[in-house]
């Protein structure tokens, strides 16, 4: 949004469809003044809330992270098209026969190891971040080699091999399934509340 410095009056607005945490820059070419931007999630904002407090998703939450520079300049008509909606949907869950004792010392695990990334309950922290929760059939069968085989790492997720076992790993797999579970019954309206804790 562009203000009058004066009055406050908005002048001017653009949808971007992500976050903007860059300052803009203003500049001249040919007697033409631009005003460049860039806009995408990314440092601290990674970890920030994916909802603000009205319940309302962030932008790059509804839409992802496109991380772009957008240069504007007077009596300029381009437009960007709406991105379509991230699919938010909790697939179905494939559940072991796991006792809740193992499901709690799996939510141990994930909170010493996971959560500050991933975020409380295995609810993604920021919209950058993976949400557990989503994984695709796919990414549950190569579990193992991404939190121990350090398979995405070029990704920022390194391995955790040097502190999890196969064993804890499997846990930790194990309760994020069990948390996916529940709140994908919450969001179907079978349950009023997913369980949020095996402790």
């Keep these: ?19 903007i945490l860059a300052a ?53 008509t381009e437009q960007l098209s709406p991105p379509a909606l991230r699919d938010r949907s909790i697939p179905e869950q494939v559940l072991a026969d796991v006792p809740d004792e193992d499901l709690a010392v799996g939510e141990r695990l994930y909170f010493k190891n996971c959560a500050a990334c991933h975020g409380f309950a295995a609810r993604a922290a920021g919209a950058g ?4 929760r989503l994984m695709s059939p796919a990414t549950h069968e190569t579990f193992p080699a991404i939190v121990l085989g350090g398979s995405r790492t070029s990704n920022g997720m390194d391995s955790f091999a040097n502190v999890l076992t196969a064993e804890e790993a499997e846990l930790i797999h194990q309760y994020i399934r069990a948390r996916a579970f529940e709140d994908r019954e919450q969001l179907l309206g079978n349950k009023e509340m997913g369980r949020l804790s095996w402790q």
């Design 1 to 19: 949004s562009a203000y009058d410095k004066d009055t406050g009056e908005v002048l001017w607005q653009f949808n971007t469809y992500t976050s």
């Design 24 to 76: 803009p820059v203003t500049y001249s070419v040919d007697g033409v003044q631009y005003l460049a931007i860039l806009t995408g999630t990314g440092g601290g904002d990674l970890f920030g809330p994916g909802v603000i407090d009205s319940g309302e998703t962030l932008a790059s939450g509804k839409y992802g992270n496109a991380g772009r520079m957008l240069v504007f300049k007077l009596g300029g």
């Design 129 to 132: 971040i993976p949400d557990l």
